[in-house]
């Protein structure tokens, strides 16, 4: 339907509806825009408007009254008087004050709503609110000093009073850099998130609100304000709201929630608009229709792309990559999909700053020429990796399971009330929260609650066993909210390990001198691995390595006294493969390459009883950690024991990736593992042998590349793969090196140049150069002594670009001499070979 | 003033009536300066204001300055049409003058809801908004936003803007607006309707 169409339904639905009952308007619109919810809430958008705009427009213009409208103008209102109007707007006037008892000299803004719009909800709610307003105090927040309702019954707010321009003027107007925007930007974000953490959303951000003084403070305007407003008429006025489509989410624009998320999106409309000067969206604002349908459809273009044309200031390489994934992240559809916190927005950003690699791309693995050690332990931690990922899937299924497990058992056993509300509050009441976006604080709010409950009933519970595994389970579930490692949490890894621990306690008592016999000891063994989690990430391995025993001890006990449960076998492969990436990562090479070992033999059990996929799968990745921390030893016998592992993870992965050959992280790994066996070979001076492995994966990567141009994983593991090729065939035929390493530069750049902000692309484009100068000179040997001169040029040329952009890199981050000294070391020596042979 | 009808303004208007585009162009700048005589002797008469409702300045100066003994019903019409449109613009102008000295002329952003972007076709700094539903339209702020708003709702349906010059500015009845766009007076109500709707919610978004 055209535009035009489009508003001409409207029209006929709208005068419609103004024939008929509120009730027969619902009626009507759900069966007339049955197919176009878009179409209903445009309906009822302007049926909302006209409802609340009785005597709009119904005097004529030239008879109203125009002289009374600076009638507060001198007049007393509350503590301080009023000295001349500064402007009006939608929700009545704006005037400028002083305090009427001069006690300060400062002068105030004092925001007059418009009596019209304080229905008397409204006046109730603006006296609770408020409170929680003037609460709100923040450097960059515009402080409410003070509230009041005047005799007429129109409610007020005396305001800091503030003197800037919108924040995107002052970026224009000032000619700031990207990085000062950036960092402008981190002041908002500090203050919202602030706001957030004080259970206030703005729900109005942009960039009228968000004002720059001369001296370059931001500070914002009218927090919460849009709520105390919204409470006054709900459904109306979120309507109304919800066609402030620019900077509104699509959540708004639905009407659904608005939640912390939604002030995160508005962020990004607001940076988008700072970086590129213009709006994520095509559509002209007056266009609100279309311009809605827009906000919740269509993905806008990459703010790179966006850009007009570079300028002095903003060019389109310093959005690309970093900045470009952070704001479509900012600005994703579903809410769950944005980041979890304005916080992390935030961090992402000072880290691209800080020229760190951001979260909001994806993490990549590396396994590249270069030293084969360095490069092994990349690579096995990037397995390691994708293994977590996968356990933690199989765990959070088995955590379900376990909820509903207790869910049962309180309704059957009626334990008392006080009881069932520590659990209500910390199960069915969390998980809805949890599934909020940005609902953290909130969940956070719950576990303190709850804690307290919990703590208390632990002190009554007794001998109770039943109340007291209960308990422990609550305790584990508050520890995870506050710190699970690798899940959205808060962050506080002391108050969960101080939670886990008290579960252990907890279930210690409860499961009496052989816990492994309690059905109830996969608790334990959870409760341990989560703490293990925790003391890992609080930098205490001594104890985790203990945790992580005392998992392994119970497993295994448990094991022995039902050897056939496959369940608790695949739980004793796991502990083993934990500790040994522990080991690993922790200088006891012997102690992990016994445990994976162990592992490996488990897993194989596992699977010859049940040979689910992701059993197969988990098996693969134990004969992968067998081979790497074989490879690690200096003698021959060793590596063809490397070699024979790898083949049989790569034999395993074959298997399961023909069984499901749509699952795309399945494929990855059989990609992976083919590769890690063929450069493995290579590493061990038989490149031929390893040829074949790399020509298996280069098709899948590419496969998977092809499938998804953007995904920038897909893009380097294809890179890395030709590079790897390139590397094998330096010795075996120079010109093929060549070639391969051409094509590994060419998909890993669109860039013309290192990225300087992506430490991660840059390193594997210098490492790419590196191999081919290598590759060049090797050719140039190859070649007829009287056509070398060609061959020695491009290496020498080669190597000096390497060895400009490695230095140029080391001088500005020295932290990373020790990964870039092997570049420079090689390039140096392709150098100096190329000068001699010319 | 003394009511002897403007000759001129008259012929013109006959002319035009009659399909001669040229007599427009002579018509508006005659009939702005004497409205704005008119609407300025108005705005003097402060409280005498509000007695004005039903007649207001469009009539007034339709009575005055136009020969009553003109055969042509239609010619009532087109006056009304573009002495509405003339209206618009002198209150518009009206309105913009008294922010303008209101603020001392210097830009000053304040903590308030007021719109910061600018808004098309509105010179200046700052187009002031107000929202949808208040006791008193009217204010300079008012006049000036609501002018604005109804610039987009031009481009988006004409008639309905039509409907709101004639009513809003014009202080047309339902039956005179019916007649100088020649449509139903059920069509006036139904389209003023949902145009006071677009444009309350039009200034309240970008208001509040």
Redesign the interface.
């Known amino acids: 339907m055209s535009t035009e169409d489009r508003w001409q339904r409207t029209r006929a639905l709208f005068h419609a509806c103004i024939e008929l009952s509120p009730a027969e308007q619902d009626e009507f619109l759900s069966r007339e825009c049955a197919a176009d919810p878009g179409m209903r809430a445009e309906v009822q958008s302007l049926l909302a408007a006209l409802a609340s705009s009785n005597s709009f427009l119904e005097v004529p213009a030239a008879a109203a009254d125009v002289s009374g409208e600076s009638s507060w103008i001198g007049r007393i209102l509350g503590a301080y008087r009023i000295l001349s109007l500064l402007g009006a707007g939608g929700m009545g006037e704006v005037y400028r004050a002083v305090r009427a008892d001069g006690l300060y000299p400062q002068e105030v803004a004092i925001k007059l709503i418009r009596r019209g719009l304080a229905g008397e909800f409204m006046l109730n709610r603006f006296r609770a609110e408020r409170e929680i307003l003037a609460s709100l105090q923040h450097p960059h927040i515009a402080r409410i000093l003070d509230a009041g309702i005047t005799d007429g019954g129109a409610p007020y707010l005396v305001m800091e009073l503030i003197k800037g321009v919108p924040i995107d003027q002052f970026c224009e107007s000032r000619g700031l850099t990207v990085r000062q925007r950036i960092e402008l930007f981190l002041d908002v974000c500090g203050a919202v998130h602030f706001a957030h953490q004080h259970l206030t959303i703005h729900r109005d951000l942009k960039p009228g609100n968000i004002l720059v003084t001369d001296d370059g403070q931001v500070k914002l305007l009218d927090f919460g304000i849009a709520k105390v407003l919204a409470a006054g008429d709900g459904a109306a006025q979120t309507q109304v709201h919800a066609m402030t489509p620019e900077y509104s989410s699509p959540e708004q624009i639905r009407n659904q929630p608005i939640t912390t998320a939604s002030d995160e999106y508005a962020l990004g409309v607001l940076l988008y608009r700072m970086l590129t000067g213009r709006s994520p969206y095509r559509t002209d604002s007056a266009d609100t229709y279309t311009l809605a349908r827009e906000v919740c459809e269509a993905d806008p273009p990459m703010p790179s792309a966006a850009l007009a044309s570079d300028s002095a200031l903003v060019t389109r390489n310093q959005l690309r990559g970093d900045l470009d994934s952070i704001v479509l992240t900012a600005l994703r559809k579903e809410p769950a999909r944005r980041y979890a916190s304005v916080q992390q927005l935030a961090d992402d950003l000072q880290r691209h700053l800080d020229q760190r690699t951001v979260a909001a791309r994806p993490r990549t693995w590396r396994y590249a020429a270069g030293r084969f050690v360095a490069r092994n332990r990349a690579l096995s931690f990037a397995l390691a990796a994708i293994a977590v990922v996968l356990v933690a899937g199989i765990l959070a299924t088995e955590h379900q399971a376990r909820i509903a497990a207790a869910e049962r058992d309180r309704a059957q056993r009626h334990f008392d009330s006080v009881r069932q509300l520590a659990n209500s509050f910390m199960f069915d009441l969390h998980d809805e929260i949890a599934k909020l976006p940005g609902s953290i604080k909130a969940r956070q709010l719950l576990v303190t609650k709850a804690l307290t409950y919990l703590d208390m009933l632990s002190r009554e519970s007794g001998s109770d066993r039943a109340l007291q595994v209960e308990l422990a389970e609550a305790y584990l579930h508050v520890g995870r909210v506050q710190g699970e490692v690798g899940y959205d949490n808060l962050g506080d890894h002391k108050g969960a390990l101080e939670n886990f621990q008290k579960a252990i306690a907890l279930l210690d008592r409860a499961l009496g001198t052989d816990p492994a016999s309690r059905p109830e000891f996969m608790t334990l063994a959870r409760a341990y691995n989560l703490a293990a989690g925790a003391l890992g990430a609080l930098g205490r391995p001594q104890e985790q390595l203990e945790m992580i025993n005392k998992g392994i001890a119970l497993t295994q006990r448990r094991l022995q006294l039902q050897p056939d449960s496959v369940e608790v076998r695949a739980w004793v492969g796991r502990a083993y493969f934990g500790r040994a990436q522990f080991r690993g990562n922790h200088g006891d090479p012997d102690g992990a390459l016994a445990d994976s070992r162990t592992a490996a033999q488990t897993y194989e059990q596992v699977v010859a009883r049940d040979s689910s996929l992701a059993n197969r799968n988990n098996l693969a990745f134990a004969y992968s950690n067998v081979g790497e921390n074989l490879l690690t030893k200096s003698d021959d016998a060793s590596h063809a024991q490397a070699i024979e592992y790898l083949t049989r993870a790569l034999n395993t992965m074959r298997s399961v990736a023909h069984d499901d050959p749509n699952n795309a992280s399945l494929q990855r790994h059989l990609a992976v593992t083919a590769g890690e066996l063929g450069f493995s070979l290579a590493g061990l001076g038989k490149p031929r042998e390893g040829l074949p492995y790399l020509e298996e994966s280069q098709p899948i990567f590419q496969r998977l590349y092809d499938s998804d141009r953007s995904n920038r994983l897909a893009q380097l593991d294809l890179a890395d793969n030709d590079e790897n090729t390139c590397s094998l065939y330096i010795t075996l035929d120079p010109a093929k090196a060549v070639s391969h390493c051409q094509a590994a530069l060419r998909i890993l750049g669109a860039l013309p140049s290192p990225p300087a902000s992506d430490l991660e692309l840059s390193a594997a484009y210098i490492e790419a150069q590196t191999v081919l100068a290598e590759a060049y000179a090797a050719a140039a040997e190859a070649t007829p002594r009287s056509h070398r001169a060609e061959g020695w040029s491009a290496a020498r040329r080669t190597a000096e670009t390497v060895l400009q952009s490695a230095q140029e890199i080391v001088k500005q981050k020295p932290e990373l001499s020790g990964q870039y000294t092997q570049f420079i070391t090689r390039s140096r020596a392709v150098q100096s070979r190329s000068s001699q042979a010319l | 003033m003394a009511a002897v009808p403007d000759m001129q303004i008259t012929c013109l208007l006959v002319a035009w009536s009659e399909g001669d585009p040229e007599a427009l162009k002579a018509l508006t700048p005659l009939i702005y300066d004497q409205m704005r005589l008119l609407?300025a002797r108005?705005?003097r008469r402060?409280s005498g204001?509000?007695t004005?409702?039903t007649t207001?300045?469009v009539h007034e100066a339709f009575l005055r300055l136009v020969d009553q003994k003109l055969p042509h019903w239609q010619s009532r019409s087109h006056f009304f049409s573009i002495a509405s449109n003339i209206?618009?613009r002198i209150?518009v102008d009206e309105?913009r003058a008294?922010l303008a000295a209101?603020r001392g002329g210097g830009l000053?952003?304040?903590?308030?809801?007021?719109?910061?972007?600018n808004v098309?076709g509105v010179e200046g700094p700052?187009a002031?908004?107000?929202?949808?539903?208040?006791?008193?339209?009217?204010?300079?702020?008012?006049?000036v936003a609501?002018d604005c708003a109804l610039a987009?709702l031009d481009?988006?349906?004409r008639r309905q803007a039509q409907i709101?010059e004639l009513?809003?500015?014009?202080?047309l009845t339902v039956e005179e607006t019916g007649q100088v766009l020649n449509i139903s007076n059920a069509t006036v109500k139904?389209?003023w309707?949902?145009a006071?709707?677009?444009?309350?919610?039009?200034?309240?978004?970008?208001?509040?």
Request: without cysteine.
């Open positions: 609407a108005h705005m402060e204001a509000r004005l409702q207001g300045l209206m618009r209150l309105a008294r209101k000053e952003h304040v903590s308030i809801d007021a719109v910061q972007e098309e700052v002031l908004q107000v929202a949808g539903p208040p006791d008193e339209s009217g204010t300079s702020a008012d006049i609501i987009k481009r988006i349906d709101v009513r809003f500015f014009g202080g139904r389209d309707m949902m006071k709707a677009w444009l309350a919610r039009e200034m309240t978004e970008s208001g509040a």
